[in-house]
């Protein structure tokens, strides 16, 4: 009865459709396929809202970064200039970097107090180290690089006259600093310029996350540059002969190197929809800028500027300008388009998309050869069997 009746009901369907046609197995993979991509082009977020947080960072993280940038780059060219350096040839360099390293290791603990919004709250990150937690780290890296650079700040002092040598407390100064805390200092600088871009790289912001192995060494690179670019400028201000103004003029363009292609290499990896935050708006001018006058400028004018007379002195301090310029404006990009990436879903699942799903009649075979799949799986790494 049950057959019966179907039958009239697909004959009646037939008489007024015409009769069924059969599906093909790969017709019906290829709608499935369709329908997937269509759905993964309409669906932006979870209730139109960002999928993460993005970090509540301002102006004073970008000073922070910039500062502590070129305190630790100082503090490590100062360490390699005592340590392979003239001394007498190169004493400016090593005044100049130890006035600069102490001047912005006081001004950078004040700078990330005013983004905690509460002082106690630094404070309380001393309290306890936690390795795997690259801000708990950062904060004993930025700490004892300020000591230290403090004890080599004040044998400067006394170096300079400020406070007598057969003084007590020139005595217990030229104690406390030797070439030992000098070198410790030079190593933690470069941990100071390397940190930030490990704690950018250690999040799941989409601009970070996809460049988590090339920030760590843009940020060294970029401290080296801008330390090296301070460093000239005080000498430059100071009155150093104008001849000796590009001693540091080597470092500093393997600095500039090494950003430009790190900035190069970092965009190219980029997914499409995270490298728009980097091509579009405000942030296209910055990282513009940051290339351009911080990367391209100065190598070309390290190539054609004079070296000796005014016009050298002048191109030493114009160089000078435009590295820490282009150093500033890169950190703001790196973070302004960062928290841009965050409150973009698409570009969160970009970075999260893993690979496709394989289709019902791939799964079926693999599932009918087992073995195959595995010595499909062995020849992936390389292995025959």
């Given at each position: ?10 004959s ?45 960072w301002?102006?004073p993280?970008?000073f ?20 392979f350096?003239?001394?007498?040839r ?19 603990p ?9 002082p ?8 306890i ?32 006259g ?55 060494p ?21 009155g ?26 970092g ?17 296209a001018?910055?990282f ?26 002048g ?14 404006l ?6 302004t ?15 999260t ?25 062995y ?7």
């Amino acid at each position: 009865m049950l057959k019966l009746l179907a039958g009239l009901t697909s004959s009646l369907f037939a008489a007024k459709t015409g009769p069924i046609k059969e599906t093909k197995p790969a017709e019906v993979e290829g709608r499935r396929k369709r329908k997937r991509q269509d759905d993964a082009e309409l669906f932006t977020s979870y209730y139109g809202r960002p999928v993460i947080k993005k970090p509540h960072w301002i102006w004073p993280i970008w000073f922070y970064f910039w500062v502590g940038g070129i305190s630790g780059g100082a503090s490590a060219i100062t360490a390699l200039t005592e340590l392979f350096g003239d001394k007498e040839r190169d004493h400016s360099i090593i005044r100049a970097g130890r006035y600069i390293s102490i001047g912005g290791l006081m001004i950078s603990p004040v700078l990330l107090i005013i983004d905690l919004q509460r002082p106690e709250r630094f404070h309380h990150m001393l309290r306890i180290l936690k390795w795997r937690s690259p801000l708990s780290v950062g904060t004993y890296i930025l700490t004892s690089t300020g000591i230290l650079s403090g004890l080599n700040a004040a044998r400067q002092v006394v170096e300079d006259g400020f406070i007598p040598k057969d003084s007590l407390p020139g005595k217990l100064t030229l104690l406390a600093s030797n070439p030992v805390t000098s070198t410790l200092q030079g190593i933690d600088g470069m941990a100071l310029g390397t940190y930030t871009g490990v704690l950018l790289s250690a999040t799941a912001v989409p601009l970070w996350a996809e460049n988590d192995t090339t920030l760590a060494p843009l940020f060294l690179s970029s401290a080296f540059s801008t330390g090296a670019a301070a460093i000239t400028l005080a000498r430059t201000l100071g009155g150093t002969p104008t001849k000796e103004l590009h001693r540091l003029e080597p470092i500093e363009r393997n600095a500039i190197f090494s950003e430009l292609a790190l900035t190069t290499y970092g965009f190219w990896k980029l997914p499409p929809e995270v490298r728009k935050h980097v091509t579009s708006g405000i942030h296209a001018w910055l990282f513009a800028g940051a290339v351009g006058l911080g990367q391209v400028g100065p190598l070309l004018l390290q190539l054609l500027a004079p070296k000796e007379g005014k016009a050298g002195r002048g191109m030493a301090l114009l160089n000078s300008v435009m590295v820490l310029t282009g150093g500033f404006l890169l950190r703001v990009a790196v973070v302004t388009a960062g928290r841009a990436s965050a409150d973009d879903s698409a570009a969160y699942h970009a970075t999260t998309r893993g690979p496709g799903r394989a289709s019902p009649e791939e799964q079926a075979a693999k599932a009918a050869h087992p073995s195959e799949s595995a010595n499909d799986s062995y020849r992936s790494l390389g292995l025959n069997l």
